[in-house]
């Protein structure tokens, strides 16, 4: 079985809250969608407000299935579950992360963003195709 892990995007006023991972870090240095891995029998939404409250320290309202995203590389492979959630809370307590910030889809660089967030930033900018697979239901 694949592992899954899922990513939120979360907007407002027309921006997207990336997070800047700490060095040391798989990925680290680089942005990324909130989100993390899932534990053993959780549902993707729930697993991501787990995450979102451990990584940030805020509550989060998981809503839409946007897409999902095969990676495969050199230390792991997964299937990126991605979804638009909200935020219920905005003080943010970081544990992964340097740095959270409000960026316009059409400013981000996807060369900054871990591998597996690219095709997302692709998406949501309108500069690229589908990221991968979006599906007419919703994974959880």
Known sequence: MKTKVVAAVIEKD????VALRKPGLTAGR???????????????????ERELEEELGV?????????????SGALMAFELLVFRTELL????????????????????????????DRPVVLMLAGRGGRPGKRKAGRPG
Do not use: I, N
């Open 30 to 48: 680089l942005w990324e969608f909130p989100g993390g891995k899932l534990e053993a029998g959780e549902t993707p939404k729930r697993g991501l």
């Open 89 to 116: 809370s905005d003080s943010f307590r970081l544990t992964d992360h340097d740095e959270v910030r409000w960026q316009a889809p059409g400013d981000m660089d996807e060369a900054l963003f871990s591998e597996p």
């Open 59 to 71: 509550r989060a309202r998981v809503g839409d299935f946007l897409c999902s995203v095969p990676f």
């Open 14 to 17: 027309g921006k997207v809250l």
